[in-house]
């Protein structure tokens, strides 16, 4: 009986002090650590700790403070092209502006102002979106631009059909991947296979979901290529682990990598996801950014010439506004293609993007334009051809003279810039510049990164946010300032670097 008694004590408190740690919970206020423990564990580099002192300095040289060591702020982190200086396309901005505000297709002075092709496009939008662009449009978007983007994925493809009824108009590329992953996930035994390094938005919506993220290492000496054997073998040990693979991104090309998959790794990492039975993730934002020898292919047509797709590979292809030769990023422009979604699954993927009612307008419609250029014989072609052959050719200067440039430096080596808009070079730091960066609180790319942007207001992101082989050091740069100032701006790097190496190699 006594035993039983203090059985029933022991559950009475247990009780009471469950009722006492709700209570408390009830009671709490919203602060950082009472949050979403997700919130929390998902990080973002791109925009972190290094952009926010970054901001601090230009606040500074904006209200005269003299006394930093450079004299501006150049922002290396992100690829914003035209926030660093890159022009916008004559014919896009023409387009949206008369879209925007349609009386100006009614104004005499409009046909001196406007091409004629341009006046005629806005025309044709208009009569498709005839409530304008400050109205919700379907939540899968503007029926018009959707068939414009099945026409081009056709002709980029060699004649491979697409539906337009199985493409989402998404806010960039970013709202389309986080909407998938939020489909995949079911809990945290489920898990993504993410590139290492990879662009930290994947790894913070993986975090985000409550899933799992399972990193497969680009291989840095075989030009961040992906070794398909040893990512299978990831995928058995996690399987195995109890562990449900679901979905594996690949990003072509890459983010921060800036390499350029060949045909016959694409083969078989897409042999692998039909096998695995993975829905294949294809980050093809930078389809356009190639400047080296390796031609660009989407997956969809490699999937569909081995005839992974007749068999039934899942394949989300993903394209976006911000990037390429246009570089639209504040449009948030984008669109992802689904294959092999049945319509209950598409039904799904339909009611997420209905919680979101639509992606902008703006953006729909800069999508529209990317997709659908001006051709020959229209009014504005020359003038477009000329504007995005001199934004590539320059591109592609940039990308071989930021390579060269980093291999000079003691200690830093980099592939070359075959595609994207970054190079993600690897830094061999002195030990006492890691014992330093240790005393500080800091792991050691962060420590150089901050020490790049404190003496020569370069603002880059260290390695450590993209992930990394374990003892290596990189920092991503992009190729973006533009070529007045990239000379200058590759001096401030080369001198710092020398300075950094001779303070910690005494």
């Not at 005629?120 to 109205?135: E, F």
């Not at 961040?224 to 040990?237: N, P, R």
């Not at 998959?261 to 356009?288: F, G, H, S, T, W």
């Not at 639509?358 to 051709?375: A, E, K, Y």
Request: net charge neutral; hydrophobic share 40%; with cysteine.
């Amino acid at each position: 009986r006594r035993s039983t008694e203090t059985t029933e004590a022991g559950m009475m408190n247990d009780d009471s002090k469950q009722q006492q740690q709700q209570q408390q919970r009830q009671q709490e206020r919203l602060t950082a650590s009472t949050c979403n423990p997700r919130v929390l564990k998902a990080q973002y580099a791109v925009r972190g700790e290094l952009v926010q002192r970054a901001g601090e300095y230009t606040r500074r040289l904006r209200n005269g403070d003299k006394s930093l060591p450079f004299e501006q702020v150049v922002l290396c982190n992100i690829g914003n092209p035209q926030g660093v200086g890159q022009k916008p396309i004559t014919f896009f901005r023409q387009v949206l502006a008369l879209v925007s505000y349609p009386p100006l297709l009614d104004m005499p002075q409009t046909s001196q102002l406007f091409a004629s092709d341009a006046i005629q496009r806005a025309k044709q939008y208009l009569a498709d979106v005839p409530n304008g662009t400050g109205a919700y449009s379907n939540s899968k978007g503007v029926e018009c631009v959707r068939k414009e983007v099945a026409e081009f994925i056709k002709r980029r493809d060699g004649g491979v059909e697409a539906d337009a009824d199985a493409i989402f108009l998404t806010d960039g590329a970013s709202a389309g991947v986080k909407r998938i992953l939020n489909l995949v996930i079911r809990d945290e035994n489920d898990a993504v296979m993410v590139p290492k390094p990879q662009y930290p938005l994947y790894a913070a919506s993986v975090a985000l979901f409550g899933g799992s993220q399972l990193s497969y290492e680009l291989n840095e000496a075989n030009g961040w290529s992906i070794d398909v054997d040893k990512m299978q073998a990831q995928l058995d040990e996690a399987k195995k682990s109890g562990k449900y693979v679901r979905a594996l991104v690949v990003i072509n090309p890459g983010n921060p990598t800036g390499q350029v998959l060949d045909e016959e790794n694409m083969k078989a990492i897409v042999a692998m996801c039909l096998r695995e039975k993975l829905l294949l993730m294809a980050d093809e934002v930078y389809q356009v950014n190639i400047y080296g020898s390796t031609p660009w292919h989407s997956f969809k047509r490699i999937a569909h010439e081995t005839g992974a797709l007749k068999q039934g590979l899942q394949l989300v292809s993903y394209h976006s506004t911000s990037k390429g030769l246009i570089a639209e990023c504040g449009r948030r422009g984008g669109y992802m293609e689904l294959c092999n979604f049945d319509a209950d699954l598409m039904a799904q993927v339909q009611k997420l993007a209905s919680i979101s009612l639509c992606s902008n307008l703006d953006g729909q419609i800069m999508t529209g334009l990317m997709v659908n250029p001006p051709r020959e014989g229209d009014e504005s072609y020359e003038l477009f051809q000329k504007e995005q052959a001199d934004i590539l050719a320059s591109l592609k200067r940039r990308a071989k003279r930021l390579a060269e440039a980093l291999n000079e430096m003691e200690g830093v080596s980099s592939n070359p810039v075959d595609g994207a808009m970054y190079a993600f070079p690897s830094i061999t730091l002195p030990p006492k510049a890691v014992a330093a960066a240790k005393a500080a609180g800091k792991v050691p790319d962060v420590f150089y990164c901050l020490e790049m942007l404190a003496q020569c207001g370069l603002c880059c992101v260290p390695g450590s946010g993209f992930g990394q082989v374990d003892g290596t050091w990189h920092f991503r740069t992009t190729i973006l300032p533009q070529e007045d100032v990239f000379d200058a701006v590759m001096t401030r790097l080369t001198k710092f670097h020398a300075d950094f190496m001779a303070k910690y190699s005494k």
